[in-house]
């Protein structure tokens, strides 16, 4: 299999540089995903990159991942707090998960700290802005 790291975003992340840029911040989702092909080709893995706002989508999407990716970057926006579509879809497909947020959830409403996604990721990495891209892309292909 090749080195490929796909790396997925969720509702509202299309919005990143306008939607509440005092929290978010100012860098926008192409802003992301340059830094995620450059940190890719710094580490020589392929990068996947998308971004959907309707469920079934993104479930099709993680489904995708099995048997060809070597490594999935999950940023689940509100569904990691929702989901367990979702989380069933990232458990059958045998890939290392790495969650991803660009704000400390911890930090923000009681109802964001819970993740249906944590307990079955490798790591997740919070509140770096979308630097916590990078450094996910960093460590799983360091796992590849």
Known sequence: MQRKI????????????????ETYGR???AD??????KTGKECNVEIAFFQTNHEGE?????QSCRGDASALVLNAAAW??????????????NVPLYEVHITNVHRRDA???H?????ISVGVICGFGIQGYEY????AALSL
């Open 27 to 29: 860098d926008t989702l």
């Open 6 to 21: 796909v790396v997925l975003n969720g509702c509202n992340l299309n919005l990143l540089g306008t939607r509440e840029p």
């Open 136 to 139: 996910a892309i960093r460590k």
């Open 115 to 119: 993740s249906f996604l944590s307990d």
């Open 32 to 37: 992301v995903e340059a830094l995620c092909h």
């Open 111 to 113: 109802f964001r700290h």
């Open 58 to 62: 993104m479930i099709e999407r993680i």
């Open 80 to 93: 990691t707090h929702t989901s367990v579509a979702i989380r069933d879809a990232v458990t059958a497909i």
